[in-house]
C-alpha cells in the first residue's frame, strides 16, 4: 500500500517512450503530488535530458536498486521489462502501475480502470496492471450498460492509431505518406504491409484459433474488470492510418431491452464519458477531435433492428491518453486518495 505523504518520488520506465513521454506530461498536467522524478529506459537513451514542469532529468538505466526510495513506479517499457523489473520494484516497496499485459491475468494482479472497478485496487500486493487502451475506452461504455440491462455479448470491431504501435510506427506513417507523396519507394520496417493509404486487420501476433493477440486481449480483459465471466466478447481489431486515437464499432447484446435514449441518458451521466452524437448534424466523434482529451467519446447510438434487445455505438478515445498514460496516473491518484 502507499503511504500517506505530501509528495511522492516517482518513476516513469520507459521515458523515452510514446507512453512514457505522455506519462510525464499528464504528471504534470494534472499537478501530482511529486517530490522528485526519475526517469529510466534503455541504454540508448542514459544521460538523455528530458523535461517535467522546470526541471530537466536525466534518463538513467535500470538496476537493481533503482527503485529504492520510490514510491510509485509508472511502467510502459514492453511486457519483458515488466516481467523482469516490476517484482524488483514491488519487493524494494515501491507501488508499480503497469501499462504492459505481463500481468494483466494474473489472478493476483488487479486489472484496473478508475471508473470501472476502483475497489480492486484494495487488493493489490505491489503491482497493479493497466488494460489494454482498446479494452479501457471499451468497458467505460459497457460497465454502466451492463449495470443497467445486463449485457449478454458484444461484437467489437476497432480501427487502431499507429501510435498504439510506439514512436517507431509513429515515424513510418509519417515517413511512408511523405515517400508516396513525393513517388518515393515506401520501405516497411514496422508493419508487415504498408499503413499509409491502408487497411491492416492485424494487431500483436496471431494465435492458434485464427484470433490476434490484441483481440484475446479485449474478450479477457474485459471480463476480468467487469468481474463478469459470463459476458461474450468477439473482437477484430485493425490498424488505420491514423496517428492518435483509437476508434471502435461496438455490438451489443443485452438481457433486458434497452432504447438508445436510455443509453444516451445513462452515458451522459457516466464520469468520464461524453455523448457526442447529434447525426443529422453530422456530430460524432472522429479521431482528430479527441486527439488529446482525457475522455472516451460515443456517438452513433442506436438500437440494432435485427434482435430483440441490441444497441450499435461508436467509440474514439485517445489511446495515448485515456488508453495509457492518463488511465496509469488515475490509478495513482487513486493510491494517493486512499493512503
Ligand atoms: P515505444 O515508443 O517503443 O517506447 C518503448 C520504451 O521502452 C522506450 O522508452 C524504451 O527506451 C523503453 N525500453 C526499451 N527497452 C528497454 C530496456 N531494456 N530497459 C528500459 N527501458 C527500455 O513504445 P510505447 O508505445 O511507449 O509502449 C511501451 C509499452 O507500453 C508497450 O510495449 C506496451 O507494453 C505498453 N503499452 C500499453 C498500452 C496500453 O494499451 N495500455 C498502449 C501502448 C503501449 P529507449 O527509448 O531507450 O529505447
Ligand atoms: O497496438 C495497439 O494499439 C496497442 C498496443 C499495445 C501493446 C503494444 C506492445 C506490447 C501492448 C499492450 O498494451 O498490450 C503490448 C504488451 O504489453 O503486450
Redesign the pocket.
Known amino acids: 500500500m502507499l503511504k500517506k505523504k505530501e509528495n511522492y518520488v516517482v518513476a516513469v520506465?520507459?521515458?523515452?517512450?510514446?507512453?512514457?513521454?505522455?506519462m510525464i506530461k499528464t504528471l504534470a498536467q494534472r499537478d501530482f503530488p511529486v517530490a522528485r522524478l526519475r526517469l529510466?529506459?534503455?541504454?540508448?537513451?542514459?544521460g538523455?535530458i528530458m523535461e517535467f514542469r522546470d526541471t530537466e532529468i536525466p534518463?538513467e538505466?535500470?538496476n537493481e536498486k533503482s527503485f529504492e526510495g520510490i514510491d510509485v513506479a509508472l511502467?510502459?517499457?514492453?511486457?519483458?521489462?515488466?516481467k523482469t523489473?516490476a517484482p524488483v520494484a514491488a519487493g524494494s516497496g515501491c507501488v508499480v502501475v503497469?501499462?504492459?499485459?505481463?500481468w494483466r491475468m494474473d489472478p493476483k494482479v488487479p486489472l484496473v480502470v478508475p471508473e470501472v472497478n476502483p475497489h480492486d485496487l484494495k487488493w493489490h500486493k505491489g503491482i497493479i496492471a493497466?488494460?489494454?487502451?482498446?479494452?479501457?475506452q471499451m468497458v467505460v461504455v459497457l460497465k454502466p450498460i451492463h449495470d443497467a440491462a445486463g449485457i449478454k455479448r458484444v461484437v467489437v470491431t476497432t480501427f487502431q492509431s499507429v501510435?498504439?504501435?510506439?514512436?517507431?510506427?509513429?515515424d513510418e506513417l509519417m515517413q511512408q505518406t511523405t515517400d508516396l507523396l513525393n513517388f518515393r519507394e515506401v520501405k516497411c520496417n514496422v508493419y508487415p504491409h504498408q499503413i499509409a493509404f491502408n487497411v491492416l486487420p492485424h494487431i500483436d501476433k496471431f494465435l492458434d484459433n485464427g484470433y490476434t493477440r490484441e483481440e484475446m486481449k479485449m474478450v479477457n480483459e474485459t471480463r476480468k474488470i467487469i468481474g463478469d465471466e459470463s459476458i461474450r466478447v468477439t473482437a477484430t481489431t485493425v490498424r488505420v492510418p491514423v496517428f492518435r486515437c483509437h476508434s471502435e464499432s461496438l455490438n451489443i447484446e443485452t438481457g433486458k431491452k434497452i432504447t438508445a435514449n436510455e443509453v444516451r441518458a445513462i452515458l451522459s451521466a457516466t464520469p468520464g464519458v461524453i455523448v457526442y452524437d447529434v447525426p443529422e448534424k453530422n456530430i460524432y466523434p472522429v479521431p482528430i477531435d479527441v486527439a488529446g482529451k482525457d475522455e472516451t467519446y460515443v456517438g452513433r447510438i442506436r438500437e440494432d433492428e435485427t434482435i430483440e434487445n441490441g444497441i450499435n455505438i461508436w467509440i474514439v478515445a485517445d489511446?495515448?491518453r485515456k488508453?495509457?498514460a492518463l488511465?496509469?496516473v488515475q490509478i495513482a491518484e487513486k493510491l494517493v486518495e486512499m493512503a
Open positions: 520506465v520507459g521515458a523515452t517512450g510514446a507512453v512514457g513521454n505522455e529510466f529506459a534503455s541504454e540508448r537513451s542514459e538523455r534518463v538505466t535500470l511502467f510502459s517499457a514492453g511486457a519483458e521489462r515488466s523489473w503497469d501499462n504492459s499485459s505481463q493497466n488494460p489494454n487502451c482498446s479494452t479501457i501510435s498504439g504501435t510506439g514512436q517507431k510506427a509513429i489511446n495515448l488508453g495509457a488511465n496509469a
